[in-house]
């Protein structure tokens, strides 16, 4: 069953989606500032109940499994990129970014991952109309990604790591100065014009978004084949992750457990989509290249409480097992931790 939308909703909720997008730039560049909780999370909540809207509207225009596809997609999506957060949280630590400019740092990611994301899914697309055969690599894949999320080794630092090599490079390329002018990519220093520290930021969030979409597209694929469910579902995730970056704050270290839950939602999406290259199997050295008829087909629905129920028990064990810890942590303990907290961040210098 193919997503039949009229062309005018498809159109018109690009358009409607970019130009907000657009205002939200204009807005960062206008004023940039720290935004304040309440501000963060009115925009969260707009952003959310937009999503939701969508939802409705993909109801009326087609149907309620194509609705139940794109909820799905779009919290899953959402999940991984809270997953993100955590990266851009050691980036912006490692580069000692200044909080007021974060925000255009995180905007300018949030650009550069829905550009990936889209020349991504469209590669997916075509690859899953002409070989249906390419849902056991993208299950296995998804399966190793998952048994990474969960024994990550190094934890999210292994992320902030890969990037080392680019920077180095970088930084023997140009010219780059030693501290930051604003949010501005290019300074003058005694009369020359240099880089700034801001353009290694770009391109390690760059990079990082790379890796995380490389993950993350096989993932929606599992959930529904729609190009634009898939487009329009990273794009739900992606807004709002700004407001999300400061609203969440120190709460980022506590969800200790998240990870679980994603590798868990990959790991059930894996198993999913190669149940389903199984139920349509083409592969001659498989049951003589005709379809397995014992393999299931997992439902939207069902999809849809595995990823609600894996991330909600993942967030609520983080929020008891850091409540635990808080009420049983000496004083020593915590004047320690409030100094750390404190302490002076890293200089660009030492990267």
């Not at 399966?143 to 292994?158: I, S």
């Not at 457990?257 to 389903?276: E, N, P, T």
């Amino acid at each position: 069953m193919d997503l039949q939308l009229p062309l005018w909703f498809e159109v018109g909720s690009l358009i409607v989606l970019t130009l907000i997008l657009i205002a939200d730039l204009l807005l960062i560049l206008k004023r940039p500032h720290i935004p304040s909780t309440k501000e963060s999370t009115l925009w969260v909540v707009f952003y959310i109940v937009l999503a939701l809207v969508f939802a409705g509207l993909m109801w009326i225009f087609a149907g309620a499994e194509f609705a139940g596809q794109f909820v799905a997609g779009w919290l899953t999506e959402y999940s991984l990129s809270i997953d993100n957060l955590f990266v851009f949280v050691l980036i912006m630590t490692q580069f000692a970014v200044p909080r007021r400019y974060q925000q255009e740092v995180l905007m300018v990611g949030i650009i550069i991952a829905l550009i990936l994301r889209g020349l991504f899914i469209l590669a997916g697309a075509a690859i899953i109309e002409e070989f249906s055969w390419v849902f056991y690599i993208f299950g296995a894949f998804l399966v190793w990604t998952a048994y990474r999320q969960a024994f990550p080794g190094g934890d999210h630092d292994d992320d902030v790591q890969r990037e080392s090599f680019i920077v180095r490079t970088l930084r023997r390329t140009i010219d780059i100065s030693d501290h930051y002018d604003g949010a501005k990519i290019r300074t003058v220093v005694g009369g020359k014009k240099m880089w700034t520290p801001m353009i290694i930021v770009f391109v390690a969030i760059g990079v990082t978004d790379l890796l995380f979409a490389i993950d993350s597209i096989p993932a929606i694929f599992g959930i529904t084949q729609s190009a634009f469910i898939v487009f329009t579902a990273n794009l739900f995730a992606l807004m709002g992750l700004r407001q999300l970056y400061f609203l969440l704050g120190d709460l980022l270290d506590r969800l200790r457990y998240l990870h679980y839950g994603i590798a868990f939602i990959l790991a059930f999406i894996g198993v999913k989509l190669v149940l389903h290259a199984m139920h349509v199997n083409e592969l001659p050295f498989i049951n003589g290249g005709q379809p397995i008829a014992w393999a299931p087909e997992i439902s939207t629905w069902l999809s849809l409480v595995v990823i609600v129920l894996a991330m909600g028990v993942a967030t609520i064990a983080s929020l008891i097992a850091a409540s635990r810890e808080s009420r049983a942590a000496s004083p020593e303990d915590a004047a320690g931790a409030v100094a750390e907290e404190k302490g002076t961040p890293p200089t660009i210098d030492g990267v």
